[in-house]
Structure formats: structure tokens, C-alpha cells
């Protein structure tokens, strides 16, 4: 007999969380702005308070044998507070923009119509390790005026549940619905595909975390997903780049950090840049290790003699190279005619997440981001730079590969939606 | 054997599709509009080249013993055909949204960052019986920069195949791919199966016609699905409502024409009104043989001595009244405490597609413009005018009563996406 039923804690977090969407969406920006200083305030009061919980959650991931970066990712270390206690106020900051009309204009009927900026209602977030994210989602949730049910990984359960206590009293202390931001209570792994099929309750949800887990998400929720599979990004260096700016354009994108979304994974090099661009690049990978997985036309120029130190990785590129999302040492160089063919291979291969061009091509740059059919095309700058902070959002949730309604770093727009509001003095239909 | 593969034709359709999107994407505003003037001008040369078709479709249904307003429903009348064409003149004269970027900003980093809005890529549109949708929906695809692939019903299909044929024309008069705007060249059923089923060519299908085939197409779907279900639009005349306010305003919400989806389908009077008002637009329903499901409140005023004509059909609601939309000449009237209990029974009972208040009372109307979570809430207007040509958006697609993407009615925005585009001089993430 199991005395903790998933089904029944699934449907009465759904009900609770869809009563206090309602108090949410009508709550006013001050109350919202007290509760996210109130939990910046309590969590820097709670450093040491949180810290049995989070060493229960690391001792049970040792004893388990999750690698080493595993378990950092699961430290709550007084920096990590920090950083999030610092993103609360930095939200609490920022203009609220639930209830913002905008558009409002008055039509040939003598009505005026304009639209309202309202929250979705609940979003559903599920993602794994990081403690840190139950803050970050618990925060944006509060300032767009939504209520949220949160799935955090069962090897995170203990710190999250400590944390989430302390929204539920940052709440409560601005006079706001604790039920407004709820931890799922269980490890069970029903309680998921509870969460994604209630849309009765839950409005949307957000997958963060590994590609099979996003893709059975996706593939089994009925309600929509905001989400994105893979960042398979690239860099174009077009015939007028200038040399030094596509060598650091492209050695950051690569090579500053590589696990990120927003690493580059293919590199596409101008014909006539090919002889210069590739050894001064090609130097710099060897040098940090970084395989390069060639097409012949730059393994031929990379493999010739003196191009490249001994010891450099030139691999022959395979079909599959260019559609694969490395999050490695690991880049595929292609050396294309011009910027038509380098259109044509990002929107062939890439995953729509971030592609950029490095010209001084006025004519390509406008082209470049026109055509290419990604969330975040780029004329000049790092890949590394899609994201929520960098793009001036104030926060992020998420990152969507998708075309709806939210695409590219969501922040709390994505979380809203917009109705239309007709203001009449007693117009009727003729 | 059947010589017509209809798995084979929808694939070739989302092919040329995809491919024809391309090109649609990046066509200039120019060619796009010349391709819209050439088709209002071949729509206008061949009304006489039409009739021959749309005779035919008309003969099969009177065959087929569809009622008279089903048949009526086919006619592309002189007057239809001018109707259409002016619609896609008025498209053509509508600024170009595409390209247009919003909000661009320099961030910290130095980068700039704003969002350009694009075509969406390929949408499928299903419909029923009225030709002329055909053109409508040919026509915003042309102005949005979209592929359309179009499945029409069956008992359109001589006249659809007629009009997707001008559109052909124009478009190549214009130098635009036919293949921009395709017809589904089959009644068969199976057709619209695979056209909601292929996500690698079709971003977003528009269901419009009864609530069964809506249905099934959300459930069936495997691309985000633009739709709305049910209008169960409300009017709710608040106790400092001006008497011939409401009443012209009730009047003309639930009796202009019964068969719209925003049409007013239930009436909320607040108690102090009820016994000034509920006669008045009593006497009108009881006139127009409009029957009232009445609450007990509403059923005592309404049936007191001399309040109505005789004959008025005044009939106990029962729970499901408030639920139903009767696309028909009934109504269900709810005596109310006032605006807070209007706005729980709306929120509960409404298909969140248009509803209204009328009111005297700014914080009442602020309440409910704010608490009201439907598609288009109003103050004093009609629910009559929730329509993308009332609202100014040029043309309509169709209305959303989903949250997510497009909400209300549905113009050339809503088959559009904004991607984020940067702006850089060489700056990498530190």
C-alpha cells in the first residue's frame, strides 16, 4: 500500500497553483517586487541554514558515484546564494510589464482597440542538478504575475525543498498566495508525466536539462513546450571579414567555455579567406586541443606543411559532422563559396539556435539576417553571447528553438501573453 | 490500384512548400503587393470564367440535399468575387511588416540586440465549404511571406481549384513561386491527416469550421495548431450601466446575427440593474424570438405580471446553459451580486473568447479588463466587433482563444515569429 499517491499531489498542486494564477496575475508590481526582495533577503539569511540540506543532497550524489562536475553542479556555495539572492533584486528592479497596453488605436467603428500584456496562468518547469534554478524560476515566476509547479532532479530534492520553503515564506511575507510557486514533492517519475498532461491546470511547461529528456517531453505533453534540442551554431567568416576580429570571433564562440548551448559547433569559411583565416585559427585550436573535423578543401589547407604544429587534430568531416551539437573540443570547419552557400548550409544544418557572420559586407550582413532561419542571427559578434542577461531580458528560462509564440532566450514576456482590450462608449455592429 | 498516392502528394505538396517559403521570405514588399494587385485583377476579369466551376459545386450539393444556406454558402456571387478582390488590394496597400525590427538596443557587452519579425515558414489551412476563404487565405500568405498549403472542403473543391489556379497565375505574374500557395488536389479524407503530420514542412495549421473537426485536429496534431473552440462570449451589465446603453448594446451582441462566434451568447446583470433592465431587453428578445434561460433572479423579474408580451419564451437555465454556446436565438441571463461575481462566472464558464462589460465605473471597468482572462475583453462595445477587420488588423485568419502565440483575432502578425538580431564590432563573452 502506498499512503503517497503521485496522481492526487500532482492534481491538488494543479488546483492550487491554478487558484493562485488568478491573485497572481491581479497581484500589484510593489507586492510582487516585496516578495522577490523578501527571498533575496532570506536567502542570504538562510546560507548556513540551507547548508545540511544541500550536503545531504551532495553525500547521497558521492555515494552514488556521480562524477565529479555532477556534484558540483548540486553545491549551494555562498557565492551560488549570492548570485541568485542578487538576480531577485536585480528582477524586483526591473519595470513590471503586467497590464502594459500597447497598440492602442482608435478604429473606424469609434472603438479603440490596443492590447494588454497578461501572465500565461502556470508554467510547468522541469530540470535537474541545479538547486540555483528553482530560485531563478521561482523568481521570474513572481515578477510575470504566474503561478509555477516545479520538478527539480530527484539528486537536488533536499536543497530544493529548502529552498522553495523560503519562497514559500517570501511570499507569504508580501501577503501573495504560497501556493504561487510549488516544489513537486516527490522523486517519482510519474509526477512528470503528470505535470505535462494537465491542461486543465498547467498552461505550459519548460524542459531544461538533456535531449532525450526534452524530446520525450515534448513528444508526450499536452500542453505546449517551450524548449529548444540542440544549439548546433555556427560561424561564417565571409569574404570581407577582417582577420583578427573572425579569429577572436570564432576562438570565443569555440573555445570560451564548451558545454554551453551557444558554443559553436561548425565553422564556414569564405573561399578567399580560406589560405589566411584557416592556420590562424587552426593554430589557436591546436593549441587548446580542439578537434578539427575538416571538409577537403580546408583539410587540405590545414594538413599542409608548416600549417599547423605537430600534434594538430585534422579530422576528415563525415555527413553527420554537420548536423552535430559537439559540446566538446570539438569544431567542423567547411570552406563555402561565398555567403549564398553558407545561407544555405545553416539553414540546412544548423538547429535554428544561433548562427552569426563576420563581414564587412553591408549587403551580406543585411542577408545574413534576413535568411538565415534561426532564433538568434548575428552580424560581428560571439555566439557565446545568445542569452537572457547578454540579450538585456534581466533573466532567463529558457532558450527556444521553436517559432512560437517564444523564440530565442525567453525571459518574462515569454511567460506572458497579450489579449486585446476594446475600449467603446456603447459602439454596436451596423 | 489507385493511381493517386495521397501520402505522395501531401509530401510533394510540403516540399515545394518548404522550398517556395524560402523565397516567399525574402520576396520585397513590392512584388509581393504586385502579386496581390495582379490577383485582385484576375479575380475581377474572371468572374464570368468561374461560374462554370462554382456551377458544379452548387449542382453536386443540391444533389447531395445540402440545406439552402449550406448551398448559399458555396455561391461565389459577382458581389463575393469583388468582395475578395478589394480585400486583396487592401493587403496590398498595408505597410509590410516583414523585416521590420523592434526594440534595438545597446547592451553592456556593446552589442546591439533587437528582434526582426518573419515569416512563420509554411502554414496549412483547413476549411469548409465558403470558396472565397481560399483567396483570403491565399492573400495573407502572399503579404505575410508565407507558404500556404490549402485544404478546402470537398464540396468546394471545382470552385477552390478554379481560384488557386488566378493565384498561381498571379503569383508567377509577379515572379513569385506558385508553389507559395498549393491546394490540396484531393477530397480525400487521409489528406488532412498527413497535412497536420508533417512538421519538417509545415510550422503551423489553422483549422476553421465545426467544433468536431477543431477538435480532432488539436487532438491529431503534430504542429502547434492556431484554432478557437467555442464562442461563449458574455455581456455583463454592471449596476452603473446607462439603461439604453446596455440594452443597444445586449441587443446587438446576441441578436445582429446569431451564428458568429462573437456573438453574446450570456447575459450577467448586476442585481441593482436587474429590475430596470431585464424588462427592457426582455420585451426586445420576446420580439425577436429570442428565448432567455433564466436563473431563478432573472426568471422572477422576467416572468412577473406585465413584465413581458405574452408568448416571451422565458425557460429555467439548467448548469449547462452556462456553458453553451447556442449559436442560435437563445440566451441565458444570471442576476449577479456584482462585477466580482460577474468575473468568477465568466472565468469560469467563458470560452475565454470575447466578453463584455458595461459600465459607468472606471475601477469596475479596469477590473475587468485586467481580471477577464479571455482573447478580447471590451467596455461598452458589442462583442460583435471582436473581428480582425474591426480591429484593424487589415484581414483575418482566423481568432485564437489559445494563450499561446496568437490570441484574438488572427491578422498577418500572428503568421509571423520575431527572431533576435545582434548587432556586434567584433565583441566576444568574457
Known sequence: MNAFNV????????????????????APAATKNQALKALARRLRESAEALAPANARDIERAQAAGLSAPMVDRLKLTPKTIETVALGCEQLAAM????????????????????????????????????PNVTI?????????????????????????KALAALVGEALAEA???????????????EAVGRLIAMPEFVDVVIPRGGKGLIERISREAKVPVIKHLDGNCHVYVDDTAELDMAVRIVDNAKTQKYSPCNAAEGLLVAASMAESFLPEIGAIFAAKGVEMR?????ARILRAEGALPPGARVVDAVESDWSEEYL???ISIKVVEGVDEAIAHINRY?????????????????????????ASVMVNASTRFADGFEFGLGAEIGISTDKFHARGPVGIEGLTSLKYVVLGQGEVRS
Do not use: W
Open 328 to 330: 566538446a573540443a570539438v
Open 136 to 160: 531563478e524560476a521561482a523568481s521570474l515566476a513572481i515578477k510575470s504575475g504566474n503561478a509555477a509547479i516545479l520538478r527539480g532532479g530527484s539528486e537536488a530534492i533536499e536543497s530544493n
Open 7 to 26: 496522481n492526487e499531489h500532482m492534481q491538488a498542486l494543479g488546483l492550487q497553483a491554478k487558484t493562485a494564477s488568478a491573485r497572481m496575475a491581479k
Open 350 to 374: 544548423s538547429s535554428h539556435h544561433t548562427d552569426a557572420i563576420v563581414t564587412r559586407d553591408h549587403m551580406h550582413a543585411q542577408r545574413f539576417l534576413r535568411e538565415v532561419d534561426s
Open 175 to 189: 501577503g501573495l498566495p504560497v501556493e504561487a510557486v510549488q516544489l513537486v514533492q516527490t522523486t517519482d517519475r
Open 294 to 298: 575538416c571538409d577537403p578543401a580546408a
Open 95 to 130: 519595470p513590471d510589464v503586467i497590464g502594459e497596453v500597447i497598440g492602442m488605436r482608435q478604429q473606424p467603428s469609434g472603438i479603440r482597440v490596443g492590447q494588454m500584456r497578461v501572465p500565461i496562468g502556470v508554467f510547468g518547469m522541469i530540470y535537474e542538478s541545479r
